[in-house]
């Protein structure tokens, strides 16, 4: 390693420059192969994806509408009565305490659909508004690690707050305040936790990061099972209290990104953070840093020539009827997957099963869908199985509608879950390989947001659904199926190769145009 890393960057070939090392194999040449204690400190930061789950799903439980039965005073009260409404308060009684969930807690049952899908609809209006406002502190002033620890931190400490809520306008407030700063979590985690790892192991940290999320999903049915005789208030300290507790080893054990710190132009810190992730691999760095030297003036040079903010690469994509085109598409895919995403667990308690099992058989249905993506990716057709998983879904979705409760109706939720975290796991890779890496980051977070967009409008559905079945899986089915076939638009990316630049880019558009006008028969290779 010491003969490489030394290697000169220039040739005397004529008067040419040599080319200089990308910066992750820069990076990756001085860390060395990723040892088993790297990989499993990738693996500790990726499980905080397990805590962001519990916030995303917590009020399945926390929220859900508990049953009721009649106490027999009054003749009007009989199993058939269809809401409890319109009875006197000595007619009826709920089956659990109150204090189980705050549908009973703060008598919400007949308040009607708008304030019961409040606090869920006020947490995905934090997510977007914290997905657009904190985007680049993650990319400048904070870095991944301190932009991570601010996020679980603040979600930790509303939900701890949450816990102490006086009545619903203070928990929506809270609920809010909580997705606001869990916005950043996810892809500060997939973003840190890969860039600590060699290329190899990439995949399997970002799978990881994957069955972390399911994880964390999965282990709310069984905390609500546990507490569905008190208080709902339990939830959130039992999942916010180890959260924070998690946090701290995230601050003990965990660096900060030795790209990022380049990019800064922070060398001595980047140095730092490679010796310590070669001492954890096992390798020790006893070369000049010659190569990480050129690779931050590269880096320097790069920056220098435009704008880092999310504002100069929308304008540079707004110029550009292409690059509108394509976000404009995948957008609107993305907001069809992300309501039904996002609103499949919550309306598990209109299926009319069990609401434990429901949601159980829900998170591990994403499961497979991971699986799937990571053993597939390279040989599936993102645009076709975009428009075939969305189709599958919103056919299923709307099955719910007519199926009666019972086995079948509960399997067409199922398939139509997973067949939408599927495509919400495509979408995903898609979105990357649509832009180039000037725009990327920025792109994949106007994604990301029209996926969570879909979240704030699920809940409000999810309460409309309790009174009739079309209003929430019927809407589910039509918006991922018609919304899917906006995929069509976008072109394919499989086996095409990344461009750096928005010209690059548009010169493959360009050619690709070209061949179609002029019926040329350009190959594959014509268009990488």
């Known amino acids: 390693m010491a003969d490489t890393a030394t290697a000169p960057l220039l040739t005397n070939h004529g008067d040419k420059l040599a080319k200089a090392p990308s910066i992750d194999d820069t990076i990756e040449t001085y860390m060395g192969t990723t040892g088993a204690g790297q990989l499993l400190k990738a693996i500790l930061l990726a499980f905080a994806w397990a805590f962001d789950s519990q916030q995303v799903f917590i009020s ?7 049953l009721w039965h009649c106490t027999g005073t009054d003749a009007s009260c009989s199993a058939a009565t269809a ?40 947490f995905f209006v934090g997510c977007l508004a914290g997905g657009f406002l904190l985007t680049t502190l993650a990319d400048s002033l904070l870095g991944r690690r301190k932009m991570l620890l601010t996020s679980i931190v603040s979600m930790s400490v509303a939900g701890v707050l949450t816990a102490f809520s006086p009545n619903v306008w203070a928990y929506a407030a809270l609920r809010f305040v909580s997705g606001f700063a869990r916005s950043m979590v996810g892809t500060c985690t997939m973003v840190l936790s890969t860039e600590l790892v060699g290329k190899k192991w990439r995949d399997t940290v970002c799978v990881a990061g994957f069955f972390c999320f399911t994880l964390g999903f999965l282990s709310l049915p069984a905390l609500a099972y546990t507490f569905r005789d008190v208080s709902w208030r339990n939830m959130y300290l039992w999942t916010s ?28 810190d980047a140095i730092e953070a490679l010796q310590q992730i070669a001492s954890l691999n096992g390798n020790s760095i006893t070369s000049s840093f010659s190569m990480l030297h050129a690779c931050t003036m590269q880096e320097d040079a790069a920056g220098s020539s ?82 075939g998983l969305t189709a599958v879904a919103g056919l299923c979705s709307l099955a719910c509608v007519v199926l009666p409760q019972g086995a ?18 495509v979408i995903m890779m898609y979105a990357i390989e649509l832009f180039p890496t000037s725009v990327r980051n920025s792109a994949v977070g106007l994604v990301r947001q029209a996926l969570v967009l879909g ?21 589910f ?26 010209d690059e880019e548009e010169q493959k558009e360009a050619a690709v145009a070209n061949c179609t006008v002029d019926h040329m028969d350009c190959t594959s290779a014509d268009l990488v």
């Open 83 to 122: 809401s409890p409404c319109a009875l006197p308060a000595s007619a009826w009684a709920w089956d659990r305490p109150a204090v189980t969930s705050v549908v009973s807690e703060w008598s919400l049952k007949c308040a009607g659909p708008a304030l019961v899908s409040l606090p869920a609809s006020s």
């Open 60 to 66: 399945v439980f926390t929220d859900a509408e508990p």
């Open 241 to 268: 209290v180890p959260s924070l507790c998690y946090s701290i080893l995230i601050y003990l054990l965990v660096q900060e990104s030795p790209r990022w710190l380049l990019v800064r132009g922070r060398k001595q």
């Open 455 to 475: 979240g704030v409008a699920a809940p409000v559905l999810v309460a409309l659904g309790r009174d009739s079945s079309f209003l929430s899986f019927g809407i």
């Open 477 to 502: 089915g039509l918006l991922i199926g018609c919304f899917g076939m906006f995929a069509a638009c976008l072109p394919e990316t499989r086996g095409k190769a990344m461009s750096d630049t928005m």
């Open 408 to 425: 079948a109706r509960m399997a067409a939720e199922l398939v139509s879950f997973s067949a939408t975290c599927t495509a919400f796991n």
């Open 306 to 387: 435009g704008g880092d903010s999310v504002f100069a690469t929308l304008h540079s994509m707004w110029q550009r009827s292409w690059a509108l085109r394509r976000l404009a598409a995948i957008m609107t895919v993305s907001f069809g997957v992300g309501t039904v995403y996002y609103g499949m667990p919550l309306n598990v308690g209109n299926l009319g099963s069990n609401l434990y099992l429901s949601v159980m058989y829900n998170a591990m249905a994403e499961l497979p869908s991971s699986i799937l993506c990571w053993l597939l990716m390279g040989r599936i057709n993102r645009r076709s199985s975009v428009i």
